[in-house]
């Protein structure tokens, strides 16, 4: 398993952007597929992105597509995911989770998520 370390979240007006950063030390994140759960109070998490470790083809839920970016920098040994045109929403708290290294991954499933961040919660709201 790999140890995983989030930064970003927090509060941000209806329409406007942040990015959520997942990173970790002593292992390389290149080699891992990473996927971006959400979590809402009263509601499973479900998966919204996810980036592969091989060719980093990248996969979204219809409900983010074209609003959110998931992507790497692997000089920083971070995965990013970049949300704009924030939709006011009731407060969730997204995590960022790896699979096993080099796992064949497409759409985020949580059963495929082996090691997860603690989570940021982010409120959209005026």
């Known amino acids: 398993q790999v140890q995983l370390v989030e930064s970003g979240g927090g509060l941000v007006q209806p329409g406007g952007s942040l990015r959520l950063s997942c990173t970790t030390s002593g292992s390389t994140l290149a080699y891992y597929p990473i996927g971006w759960f959400r979590q809402a109070p009263g509601k499973e998490r479900e998966g919204v992105a996810a980036?592969?470790?091989?060719?980093?083809?990248?996969y979204y839920v219809e409900s983010v597509k074209g609003r959110f970016t998931i992507f790497r920098d692997n000089d920083k040994n971070t995965v990013y995911r970049d949300m704009t045109s924030l939709k006011p929403e009731a407060p969730a708290v997204y995590s960022c989770?790896?699979?096993?290294?080099?796992?064949?991954?497409?759409?985020?499933?949580?059963?495929?998520?082996?090691?997860w961040g603690q989570g940021h919660q982010v409120t959209v709201s005026s």
């Open positions: 989770a790896a699979a096993a290294p080099r796992a064949r991954i497409c759409l985020p499933r949580i059963p495929d998520y082996v090691s």
């Open positions: 980036i592969s470790s091989s060719d980093g083809n990248t």
